[in-house]
């Protein structure tokens, strides 16, 4: 039997009936112990009805105190297992009681057992024992109904020995779960839970406490994320009913106006900026208007372009654009039906073309489409234009003819015409265009005239320029371009080019446009272009028939030894640093010439009388070359007999004036200032029939003007001061209605003020009379300048139209000189 002393277990979780028993460190023992071990098991039986399930004195169960409840645990103290089964004396169960008795020291000095402990299925029936007896404990109403009763009291007889070591010899090793009794004295086990009842219920509250506090936190957590949850529900459901009654009040019950559709069109399609369509008074905000609610054919609104109507819609709108954009309503001299209820096609003007080419084919002034009804031809010269070109004028790409010349459009030309890919003949010149010229030619390449004369462009020529390579006429003159001409050199087929009156630098050598072998007109005169020699192969070219290199810094000698030339007609080298003498077989070689001006230049020597050759002259201007020898006005001009235009100034002309040139009936205009002419003027001069202007000023000349000039009624300019005039002039102003300036000395002569507003006075220092009417004179020469130059217009066909067919079966005629 078990020993008298009491032991406490945790039995459901020490041993559980179905699982296997864990896992102990092996102990080894002796036959005998073994042997009784196994035949112990009726009598552990029998004593099983003395265990109880009862709480101790506190309340606490047993299994509190073993798992570390409390200050009694002396699990540290005695552990369950040894990993040395004889680390510890042990002694085999035995029936015996005296196998329990014995000092410590003969339980020290045993030999250590030879068997092992039992098997797991032995541990395993024992373990089922004991939960059956403890099970009928519950139900035999023996132990307290306390739910936390869970201590396992064994009640051993009374001749048990209470030892220690008896127990210790079933295994329990210091007591299952750590209990300890001690050796033969140890305390019961209802004592210990007498005296640890407090502590282990101040366990328990703090567990309680603990528990709920934990508890608690989580509650409020719970309760926090709840909150937050249903907040967000709430915020998202909002958001959700807001967006929906956005949506069903936005798109489906408010449909987009037509002039909405137009503007979204123009915005995306166009790529018109959105504040142009809706600021009014904005030419695009006008004709969106007009387009959306004006328009009588009331197009439909495309919503891609990518149709024949949504094209006709663009070019209707374009066209509409322009007029607004150009102050159509106010300014244009001839509407040309523009905004008329009809196609586009029809706004043009039936009863007046376009004049000033010299073809018999005649152009409608307005709008021109093909057989596709797409706009080909755009004609508004002359027509009151002021505005800027909108950037819209590119979504015309059928466009073959653009002209407004002669208006008033500003700003800068669009990037945008670009888009224009076959446009061929483009004339915006005399207008008020300003900024650079586009880099566009890459795309309008195909183009035959390029007329952007007489504005403010300026920089300098753009890189695409050398794609023009089909380009007949190109006319830059008169702004404020800059650089070099090299990418002219790539236009070989350029026949007309105007670049005078603008800064254009470079070297003329005589590579200088030598590729350019189909010239026929060239300007560039008024720029900064410079040469140690003058080239020769521009006076030689086959087909030139105008060169104008006035106003630069040539220099060096006219070229001799010229092949007759009988091409050339007009030859401007005026205002250079030419030098040297006039030879036979340079200037007289150019047979063909009727417009020679070599004046303000240091030509030395005398102009050789082989200039007779030039039969055709009819401009002549050699003056203001102070390095000529002196001498009399050459007689050799007498043979000129088509001199319309004689400039014999500041040549130290001597002796009298020549009664001779009463043979050149045509002469317009006779300057025979700054000499040291002397004597009378012959009445012959005076009485030229197409005499227009005669400057006599600065010499020293005398006599009086006679009455009754023959072509008085011509006679628009007449200087006679710094002379020895004398006389009426009341008489001049009578006989010349269309006088504009008649400058005479204030001495020697009577004139009323109507007739002379001012004289210049010779008594005066001669720092005054020096500056007598020498500014008024060149201002009002340079003024008409064009009124003598009458031979030197520029060639009409040259924007022809008719340039842009290139049918090689009617090539276009040069114009004859038209007459004055």
Not at 112 to 126: D, F, G, M, N, Q
Not at 371 to 392: F, H, R, Y
Request: aromatic share 8%; with cysteine.
């Amino acid at each position: 039997m078990l020993g008298s002393d009491r032991f406490a277990f945790e039995t459901p979780n020490v041993i559980d009936a179905g699982d296997d028993a864990p896992a102990a460190p092996p102990r080894r023992a002796s036959a005998v112990e073994y042997e009784q071990a196994r035949s112990s098991s009726d009598r552990l039986l029998s004593d099983i009805q003395d265990l109880q399930l009862q709480p101790d004195a506190n309340g606490n169960d047993e299994q509190e105190r073993f798992l570390g409840g409390g200050p009694q645990n002396n699990y540290d103290h005695h552990p369950p297992y040894s990993s040395n089964p004889f680390s510890r004396s042990r002694r085999p169960y035995s029936d015996d009681p005296s196998a329990s008795s014995g000092s410590s020291d003969n339980t020290s000095q045993q030999t250590p057992p030879e068997h092992s402990l039992p098997s797991v299925e032995e541990a395993r029936t024992y373990a089922a024992s004991i939960l059956h007896a403890t099970e009928q404990t519950r139900s035999g109403g023996n132990s307290s109904s306390d739910p936390f009763a869970r201590t396992v009291q064994l009640a051993a007889p009374s001749s048990v020995p209470t030892s220690s070591s008896s127990l210790k010899s079933l295994g329990f090793r210091g007591g299952i779960g750590g209990a300890s009794w001690g050796g033969a004295g140890g305390d019961h086990p209802k004592t210990r839970s007498t005296t640890t009842a407090s502590s282990s219920s101040k366990h328990l509250v703090r567990r309680e406490v603990l528990s709920f506090a934990s508890k608690a936190i989580v509650a409020v957590l719970l309760a926090i994320l709840f909150i937050v949850l249903v907040i967000m529900c709430v915020q998202l459901t909002k958001q959700k009913r807001g967006d929906e009654e956005s949506a069903s009040t936005v798109i489906p019950e408010t449909p987009l106006t037509r002039l909405e559709k137009v503007y979204a069109f123009i915005h995306q399609t166009l790529l018109t900026d959105t504040s142009e369509l809706v600021t009014p008074g904005r030419p695009q905000y006008m004709a969106s208007n007009w387009i959306a609610n004006m328009d009588i054919l009331s197009l439909d609104v495309p919503t891609a372009l990518n149709t024949t109507a949504a094209q006709a819609f663009v070019q209707r709108y374009v066209l509409a654009l322009l007029y607004y954009a150009t102050n159509g309503p106010d300014g244009w001299r001839n509407k040309a039906s523009f905004l008329s209820e009809q196609s586009e096609c029809g706004w043009f003007d039936r009863d007046k073309n376009v004049v000033g080419f010299n073809r018999s084919q005649t152009y409608a002034l307005g709008v021109t489409c093909n057989s596709d009804l797409e706009v080909v031809n755009l004609l508004l010269p002359s027509n009151g234009l002021k505005g800027s070109i909108p950037q819209e004028i590119g979504f015309l790409t059928s466009l073959t003819l653009l002209s407004m010349p002669h208006n008033q459009l500003t700003d800068e030309i669009p990037a945008d015409m670009a888009n224009l890919v076959g446009l061929q003949y483009l004339d915006l010149k005399f207008n008020f265009l300003k900024g650079r010229i586009p880099n566009m030619f890459e795309t309008v390449n195909d183009l035959r005239v390029l007329g952007l004369s007489n504005n403010y462009l300026e920089d300098q020529l753009p890189p695409s320029f050398d794609q023009l390579t089909a380009l007949k006429t190109l006319a830059i003159d008169d702004n404020l371009l800059e650089g070099d001409l090299s990418v002219v050199q790539a236009m070989t087929q350029l026949e007309f080019f105007y670049a005078d009156r603008n800064e254009f630098s470079g070297e003329v050598d005589n590579s200088f446009l030598a590729d350019l072998t189909q010239l026929r007109e060239l300007d560039l005169s008024g720029n900064q272009l410079t040469s140690t020699s003058f080239s020769k192969h521009l006076l030689q070219h086959p087909t030139l028939r105008i060169l104008d290199f006035s106003g630069n810094s040539i220099q060096g000698q006219i070229p001799a030894q010229l092949d007759e030339n009988n091409v050339l007609e007009f030859l401007s080298l005026r205002n250079n640093k030419l030098s040297g003498s006039v030879d036979p077989t340079s200037l007289p070689m150019l047979y063909r010439l009727d417009h020679l001006d070599v004046s303000g230049n240091l030509l030395e020597g005398h102009f050789p009388g082989e200039m007779t050759q030039i039969q055709n002259l009819t401009f002549l201007f050699m003056g203001n070359n102070p390095m000529l020898t002196p001498g009399p006005i050459p007689s050799w001009l007498y043979e000129l007999k088509h001199l319309r235009e004689l400039s014999l100034t500041n040549m130290k002309r001597t002796n009298d004036v020549p009664f001779w040139f009463d043979d050149l009936e045509d002469m317009l205009f006779l300057d025979l200032s700054h000499n040291e002419l002397s004597g009378h003027v012959p009445r012959q001069v005076w009485d030229l029939p197409k005499l227009a202007y005669i400057l006599l000023h600065n010499n020293t000349l005398s006599g009086q003007v006679p009455v009754g000039i023959v072509g008085g009624n011509k006679l628009q300019m007449v200087t006679l001061f710094d002379n020895g005039f004398s006389g009426d002039l009341d008489h001049v102003c009578a006989e010349a209605p269309v006088l504009e300036l008649l400058a005479a000395d204030c001495q020697g002569m009577t004139c009323s003020e109507e007739c002379c507003p001012s004289c210049c006075d010779r008594g005066a220092s001669a720092g005054v009379n020096a500056f007598c009417f020498n500014e008024a004179v060149p201002t009002y020469l340079t003024f008409f300048e064009g009124l003598w130059e009458l031979n030197y217009t520029r060639a009409q066909h040259s924007f022809d139209p008719a340039l842009v067919t290139d049918d090689p079966e009617n090539p276009v005629q040069p114009t004859e000189p038209s007459s004055p």
